[in-house]
């Protein structure tokens, strides 16, 4: 599908599977998020542009590759979308970082914005929107709508599971933005829930109910 990549990197999937056992408990769903968000951060910045800067080694002088640009931004959608910016931050520990709050109304299933704070200079960044689920596609629509109200216009979004229906969405209402899953699943249930997905990956991450 045109600017969808699906990182089917065998370590990935073998997490995956784990994490979408129900009998996984909360800390290793936890930190099996964290060590996947390494593997799929790597991935959605492996085009990322070089340049190069004058350094000295011990035995020469050379032009050596460096990021380009200005320093990331992760934008995190609270509150599953925290257990990927843990881990994208052990990679890119120089990143910057948005916060954008939205939870899902269960019986709208509209995404309800409660919570929103951002860098200024968002113009001038590549900006990484994660969140590991895209059901609907309403939260992941909010979440871009509000960071393009505040200037960004190169953006990607990060998730771990997608749904078809949730894809198309997203791409109808941001063709602009690139998406990265490591999966995309059956369709969504009756109450707009990922099939055969891994439950509510907040409720998972956290031990809530
Ligand atoms: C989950 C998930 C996404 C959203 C996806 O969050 O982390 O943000 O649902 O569903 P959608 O594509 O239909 O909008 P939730 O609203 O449950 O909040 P939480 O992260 O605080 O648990
Ligand atoms: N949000 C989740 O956490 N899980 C789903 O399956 C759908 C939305």
Redesign the pocket.
Known sequence: MQGVTVVDHPLVQHKLTIMRDKETSTAGFRRLLREISLLLCYEVTRDLELTTRRIETPLQTIDAPTLEGKKLVFAS?????NGLLDGMLDLVPAARVAHVG???DHET?Q?VEYFFKAPSDLENRLVIVV?????????????IDKLKERGATNLRFLCLLA?PE?IQRFRSAHPDVPVFTASIDEK?NEK?YIVPGLG????R??G?K
Do not use: H, K
Request: charged share 15%; no cysteine.
């Open positions: 959608v609270l509150r599953a979308g939205l939870y899902r299933l995404a969140d590991p689920m895209l059901a609907t596609a309403n939260s992941a629509i909010a979440a749904a949730g969504l707009g509510d990956a907040g409720d991450m956290y809530t």
